[in-house]
T-cell receptor
Framework: AQSVTQLGSHVSVSEGALVLLRCNYS??????LFWYVQYPNQGLQLLLK??????LVKGINGFEAEFKKSETSFHLTKPSAHMSDAAEYFC?????????????FGKGTKLSVIP | GAGVSQSPSNKVTEKGKDVELRCDPI?????LYWYRQSLGQGLEFLIY????????KSGLPSDRFSAERTGGSVSTLTIQRTQQEDSAVYLC?????????????FGNGTRLTVT
């Protein structure tokens, strides 16, 4: 079974500041991890995914995330926030075994960017 | 190309009525998922279809909920005798195959309000 914890339901940063959104997971098998972003009144779209090829994963819009097995974490970062980054971000995990098609999502973190 | 299309985008219904929500996945995508998104609760898995295999209905919250996928394409989620706690955004997603690391492509959702 897998689970995801996103620390902080709401994060505010100033424009140009570092963005750090936290995600911790638990998984009984080697995990595959994802970050999705949801803009208002839209569905979710994939930001990036970790599939064991490299621990530092780069995604769209300047975001990246680092898989740290020892900390069971997959935090999302961006060096400099832009107003257009304001959205809700979801971390998700799935296992690597047969039938592991079901993504388990965290509860989401809403990012606000202050001008 | 066309993304995942959901209709209606908004639905207001009276308690006790039945509702049908429709999802048109991306053409050629064999895997289709329904998720429910409630405020502050993240995404809850409802049901999964893959090709001609029997669907995984393990996430359906009660027997009032059912879903079909006709011809391996369009899917309909039906909620009978709606209750106020059914109010949520219902998201459909599709992916090109059932591998655990295949990204999901989400529709914009149907916002259901039960009065």
């Amino acid at each position: 079974a897998q689970s995801v914890t996103q620390l902080g339901s709401h994060v505010s940063v100033s424009e140009g500041a570092l963005v750090l959104l936290r995600c911790n997971y638990s998984s009984s098998v080697p995990p595959y991890l994802f970050w999705y972003v949801q803009y208002p009144n839209q569905g979710l779209q994939l930001l990036l995914k970790y599939t064991s090829a490299a621990t530092l994963v780069k995604g769209i819009n300047g975001f990246e995330a680092e898989f740290k097995k020892s900390e069971t974490s997959f935090h999302l970062t961006k060096p400099s926030a832009h107003m257009s980054d304001a959205a809700e971000y979801f971390c998700a995990v799935t296992g690597s075994g047969a039938g592991s098609y079901q993504l388990t999502f965290g509860k989401g973190t809403k990012l606000s960017v202050i001008p | 190309g066309a993304g995942v299309s959901q209709s209606p985008s908004n639905k207001v219904t009276e308690k006790g009525k039945d509702v049908e929500l429709r999802c048109d996945p991306i053409s050629g995508h064999t895997a289709l998922y329904w998720y429910r998104q409630s405020l502050g609760q993240g995404l809850e898995f409802l049901i999964y279809f893959q090709g001609n295999s029997a669907p995984d209905k393990s996430g359906l919250p009660s027997d009032r909920f059912s879903a079909e996928r006709t011809g391996g394409s369009v899917s309909t989620l039906t909620i009978q005798r709606t209750q106020q706690e059914d109010s949520a955004v219902y998201l459909c997603a599709s992916s090109s195959d059932s591998r655990y690391n295949s990204p999901l492509h989400f529709g914009n959702g149907t916002r259901l309000t039960v009065t």
